[in-house]
């Protein structure tokens, strides 16, 4: 029988003691509703790493990532500051770095 979301989340009671405390089960590591809840409700509402500083020390260094699913840039522009930006060019919906 496979639980629904709802029940699956429910099996973890995070007000149980430290002492009688358990991880959550396995299936939560590679249950896609987890993961889709995940990116609901944690990852697109904190910030997320995405290169350490030293990848990105000079003006024109860049990153690529994948984040919840979108493919991003991180760039260090001309006045040194890092900029994001969503890895797709609009006119085309390719990728503008695919390294």
Same mark, same amino acid.
Not at 35 to 42: H, K
Not at 85 to 95: D, I
């Given at each position: 029988?496979?639980?629904?979301? &709802?029940?699956? @989340? ?6 149980? !003691?430290?002492?009688?405390?358990? %991880? #959550?089960?396995?299936? =939560?590591? *590679?249950? #896609? ?8 409700? @944690?990852?697109? &509402?904190? =910030? ?8 990105? &020390? ?5 990153? %690529? ?5 979108? !493919?991003?840039?991180? @760039? &260090? ?9 969503? *890895? ?7 990728? @503008?770095?695919?390294?």
């Amino acid at each position: 029988m496979t639980l629904s979301l &709802r029940e699956l @989340v429910e099996t973890y009671d995070p007000a149980k !003691s430290l002492g009688q405390a358990s %991880t #959550p089960q396995a299936c =939560w590591y *590679n249950d #896609p509703r987890i993961l889709e809840l995940e990116f609901r409700t @944690v990852f697109s &509402r904190s =910030w997320q790493a995405t290169a350490r500083s030293d990848q990105l &020390r000079q003006p024109g260094h860049y990153v %690529t990532s994948e984040l919840g699913g979108e !493919s991003i840039v991180v @760039v &260090r522009v001309t006045d040194g500051v890092l900029r994001g930006f969503y *890895n797709v060019c609009r006119h085309h919906a390719a990728a @503008v770095m695919t390294q």
